[in-house]
């Protein structure tokens, strides 16, 4: 069985937007009882990540980090793409370092995350971005 959506995520600048629940709801409305959850970002700004749920400042410490990673203003001098405007580059570098997809199992029709699991969208422009993701659901 095959089952596939696609959301629309309004994110409100650079940081992680919880989308377990949003996720949550398409596998059971799938009806796979067992298999797996694709979940993919349809953009090269920002970026999928399975991380700790439960403390927020693990993601907290996590943007300090990316922004350290891939800062506006990097110790090299300048980055050369800015068409969009000086976020433009490091959103793209700060892609690069975590992920465009995941995958999750479907145990009982239920995503086997961990207990302090959670999936998050992680916006990396300074404004406030619409964002798409692909879910596709593939199991028995």
Not at 85 to 107: F, N, Q, R, W, Y
Request: aromatic share 4%; with cysteine; proline share 7%.
């Amino acid at each position: 069985m095959a089952h596939s959506s696609e959301l629309s995520v309004p994110t409100r600048g650079p940081g992680p937007v919880d989308v377990t629940d949003e996720i949550r709801r398409v596998v059971a409305a799938s009806g796979v009882r067992t298999g797996t959850c694709t979940i993919f970002v349809r953009h090269t700004s920002a970026s999928l990540v399975i991380q700790e749920n439960a403390d927020p400042a693990v993601r907290r410490d996590l943007a300090r980090w990316l922004e350290h990673q891939a800062p506006e203003r990097p110790a090299f001098g300048a980055w050369e793409h800015d068409e969009e405007g000086p976020d433009d580059m490091p959103a793209h570098a700060k892609a690069a370092l975590l992920h465009t997809s995941e995958v999750v199992p479907i145990v009982e029709g239920r995503l086997a995350l961990g207990t302090w699991q959670g999936i998050y969208l992680w916006e990396h422009r300074t404004r406030p971005q619409s964002r798409k993701l692909v879910v596709v659901v593939l199991g028995d």
